[in-house]
C-alpha cells in the first residue's frame, strides 16, 4: 500500500472535542485507507452508501479471514460472561441473512411507523415537563437537563420497563456502549459484567411480562409472530437490550450535538427561530453535520474494490459516516458547514443504509424535532452559557456538557 503515515489515530490530544479534520484530511489524502491496525476506512459518501448497501458484506466477525470457532486461551471468559456475549450476538444488528431478514420481520411487526408517530404527545409531554425545569433554573446543562431524561424516558415507557429499573439500566447501557471502544482493559471488563447484569435483568423482566402482559412493546415482541415463528427467549433478551441502547443513546447524541451545533452557529438559530417550519430538515443537518454514531463497521465476504483498491476476503472495513456526511463531493464547498436549510441534508448516513438501516431511524427524528424544536421556540433568549465538552468516544459521539441560559 502507499506509505501515506497514520491518518487516523484517535488517540491524538483533542480528537474527541473536534474529529472532523482527521476525517478531512483521510478523505482528501487516502479516501479508501489500508490502516496499519489491520482493517480499512472509508470516508467518501459514494463509497459508505455502496458497502452499506452491499449484500455482499457481513455483520458477523466469523467472517474475519482466521476467525476460529474456538475462542483463544487468553480471551476465555467465565460462562456465565460468555453467555451474555453470546446472547448480545444474536442482535439483529450483529446477523448476517436470514437471520436478520428474521429477526428484523418480527421485530419490525411492532416497531411500526405508525405506533412511533402515536408516541407524539407523550414525547411533548416529557419534554415540556422538563422545559419546565429549565426555565425554573434559568438553564443548565442541556445533557443533564434534556438530551438524557426525554429519550431513556420514552424507550422506558414504550418497552414497559418499571420504574424501578430505570435507573440501573441507564447505568448500565451506558457501560456497555463504551466497552467495545479504545478503553482501557478495566473498562473493557467493566462493560462485560455490566453487559452479564443486564442479561439477567431482561430475563427477569421479560418472565415478570410474561404474567403481567400490558399495551406495551416488550409485551409485543414476546407475543410477535410469523407463520408460527417467535423470538426464542435469547433472542428476546438480545433484541430488547439493542432497542434499549440504541433506543436511547444515539438521540442523546443527536439532541446534545445539534443543540450545540445551533448555539455555535447563531445566525442558524435565528433562521430557525423564524422558520420554524424548517425543523425536519434541521434534525436531518443535525444528523449529517455531527452524527451521534461516527463510523460503523462491516466484513468483505468476497474480495471488494472501491476506487481502484481491491481489499481482500474476510476483511474489517470501517464506514466513516462522520467523514462520508461532510464529503465535499456529495454536499459541496461547504459540506463543513451547519446549514439548516440543506436542501440535500436527508442523503446523510448518519442512520445507515441498506438492510442495516435504522430501525429506530423514524423515533430518533421524532425526538429530535419536538424536543429541539420546542426548546427554540420556548426560550428566546437561549445561549451557550459556557464551553461545550465532549466525551472521548470514537464511535459514539456525545457531548458531555451543553451549558444554556434562557
Known sequence: MTDVGLLF?????GFADDPYPHYATLRKIDPVHEHPGGFWILSRHEDATAILRSPKMSMQDSNLAGASEEEP????????MAEAVSIMSLSMLDRDPPDHTRLKSLVSKVFT?????ALEPAVTALVDERLDRIAELGGGNLMDELAFPVPFAVISQMLGTPSSDSDRMRELTGRIVRSPELVSEEEFLGGLVALQELVQMTRDLI???????????LTALINAEEGGDKLSDDELVAQVLLLYAAGHE???GLIGSGVAALLQNPDQLELLRSRPDLTANAVEEFL???PPIQQTRRITTAPYTVRDKEI???TL???????ANRDEERFGADAESLRIDRPDARHHVALGAGMHHCLGAALARLEGQVAIGRLVSRFPSLALGGEVTWSDRVELRNAKTVPITV
Open 9 to 13: 489515530d484517535p488517540s491524538v490530544p
Open 73 to 80: 486461551p487468553e480471551m476465555a471468559l467465565p460462562p456465565s
Open 113 to 117: 411507523p405508525k405506533s412511533i408517530a
Open 207 to 217: 418472565a415478570w411480562k410474561r404474567n403481567h402482559p400490558a399495551e406495551d412493546l
Open 250 to 252: 444515539t438521540t442523546v
Open 288 to 290: 449529517r453535520f455531527d
Open 312 to 314: 481482500p476476503a474476510g
Open 317 to 323: 472495513v470501517m464506514i466513516s459516516i462522520a467523514g
